[in-house]
């Protein structure tokens, strides 16, 4: 509903492109980054279990990175419509949709604080392995070499906001030592818009975005990463034994639609950025009944 609503005051004008970039530049690097270290910094987070997570996590990105490569080469996909094909697999939007989801989902429940802060430090690593491979599989569509690709993933990585305040909650946590009050409730009460303003976000992108050729191989994309994924990592997580609230944190990371921000790294590399605009397009109302019957069967 609240991407609905971002939707819809996009659609009726009452937020415009320039006020709706600045509203997602103050939740990327203002909000998030706040809640982040507000959340992670005061409960002691289960390190034990971050390990299986990312267990589940990236054993099934490997596994969907894999499955689709093998579909786009059985489709005889071009080289950067089979990279971009790919990407829109297996690469969600934790930031703007897994991170209030997972906050929201856990709001009033009887779950320890220590398992969402783990999910938390857990999406950090995540976040990693998605710009890493995403750079990766479109490299042969650049004309330059792997080398300047990495030091501009690196130079992405280490300005991240997001994983900058993962890095600042877990100090805080590790240290044991309490925030002052003023710093605590200043950092809560500016984490706390980052939800809303994400969401809002997103419905207004939506609106922004066209869904333009190769739509069926748009559609395929977006059942992979909504459909499929999910029901792969719930497999690795009966495997690896997670329990119920774990099991549920991970899935919905996996059951995220496809990241807005692929498209960018497309268009800058070159790859079917029409094929990459449809799959976000798509994976959006996919992703809803998938994300709500993970809800369900783990509630």
Known sequence: MVIGLGWLLTRTGFLSAPTLAELNRLTYWVGLPALLASRIGAATPAYDRVGSLLLVLIGTTAAVVLIGALIGRAGRLPAGSLATFVQAAYRGNLTFIGLPVVIYAFAGSQAPAAVESAALIAFAPLVIVYNVVAVVIMQPRVGAGLGAATARLMRRLLGNPILIGTGVGMAIAISGWPLPVSVDRTLSAIGQMALPLALIGIGGGLHATRLVGHRRWALGAA????????????????????????????????????????YVLVREMDGDDALMAGAIVISYPLALPSMALVLSLTG
């Open 223 to 262: 059942l992979l990463k909504t459909a499929i994924t999910p029901l792969i990592g719930a497999a690795l997580a009966l495997g690896v034994g997670l329990d119920a609230g774990e099991t549920r944190l991970a899935l919905i990371f996996l059951a995220c639609p496809t990241a807005s921000a692929a």
